[in-house]
């Protein structure tokens, strides 16, 4: 996935539409961490770990979405 400029930003929509982002749990991703990444401009690319507390029966059946600020969201299907 790219992101066009700006800090990605992570989100897990379950089947019933409801979102579970980083600031829902307290746990620390591994290092590297997205948070260690500074803005991304085109073209530059970045990578690291987050952390998203999900409901376990959603996990297969929930969405991934990707996006910068106010950009866009990119939509993931779950496996």
Do not use: C, K
């Amino acid at each position: 996935v790219i992101i066009r400029g700006g800090t990605p930003h992570f989100e897990f929509v379950s089947s019933a539409g409801t979102p579970h982002t980083q600031s829902d749990t307290l746990a620390v991703a591994p290092e590297p961490t997205l948070l260690s990444i500074n803005e991304l401009y085109p073209g530059g690319t970045g990578m690291g770990n987050v952390v998203i507390a999900i409901p376990i029966d959603d996990a297969v059946n929930g969405t991934w979405t990707i996006s910068s600020l106010f950009g866009d969201p990119f939509f993931l299907a779950a496996e």
